[in-house]
């Protein structure tokens, strides 16, 4: 009997997008389902009642939602090409990374996006030094992972794409030369077979975050 795999996602969604790297990863065939977040599903509802948010995995009519928790699903569910170590120390490693993009990196870039005034220079602050930390975890390594990607480059794998946009939208420089290995490491990601294909449209994208940025700094 074949396995039925579903993920509910959006098109632009960079959760999303870390779950269909790791399916591809894995050669597993999926129906990609798009949601409208602002008109959701009752089957987005159905599936995670908690949170009401994607993405959801859906395999054989079990939902599993979280990233995070999705990207371990398919891991332990899938085993070849692994995306996490065996070591349980650099498994580890592996799991902090991914939630210090999660709770740390992520935010602070969000929020020199969002904020203005004394906010934002102190959310740029944070985003330099959050990338230092990421600059000096990629010294002698191809990928965060090692000679392949892996769980963190997989949860990093936005910088490669939504950084680009958000200078050309705000015209901040925000990965410079300060930090030449994450520049060649976006580079090589985004480059990589079972990547470049499965990015969204960068016109498109920009038009979704020109009126994000317009939203939060409206005209005065």
Do not use: C
Not at 10 to 16: C, K, P
Not at 42 to 64: C, D, E, F, R, W
Not at 186 to 203: C, G
Request: hydrophobic share 45%.
């Amino acid at each position: 009997m074949a396995e039925e795999v579903k993920l509910l996602k959006t098109w632009s969604s960079a959760f999303g997008l870390r779950v269909v790297w790791a399916l591809k990863l894995k050669g597993i065939p999926y129906e990609a389902i798009d949601e409208d977040l602002s008109n959701k599903s009752a089957l987005l509802l159905q599936y995670n009642p908690v949170h009401k948010k994607i993405p959801v995995l859906v395999h054989n009519g079990n939902p599993i939602s979280e990233s995070l928790v999705i990207l371990e699903y398919i891991d332990e569910t899938w085993k070849q090409n692994p995306i996490l170590p065996q070591d349980p120390l650099q498994r580890a490693r592996e799991r902090f990374w991914a939630k210090f993009n999660d709770e740390k990196l992520l935010p602070s870039v969000w929020g020199a996006f969002t904020k203005e005034g004394k906010d934002r220079e102190e959310a740029m602050a944070a985003t330099m030094e959050n990338l230092k930390f990421v600059e000096e975890e990629l010294k002698g390594k191809k990928f965060f992972s090692g000679e392949k990607i892996g769980l963190v480059d997989l949860v990093f794998g936005w910088l490669a794409n939504l950084i680009s946009i958000f200078e050309a939208v705000t015209g901040f420089n925000i990965v410079g030369e300060g930090y030449p290995l994450l520049s060649a490491w976006m580079q090589e990601f985004s480059e990589l077979p079972v990547i470049k294909d499965t990015w969204p449209p960068r016109d498109k994208m920009i038009i979704k975050y020109q009126a994000l940025y317009d939203k939060y700094h409206p005209a005065k």
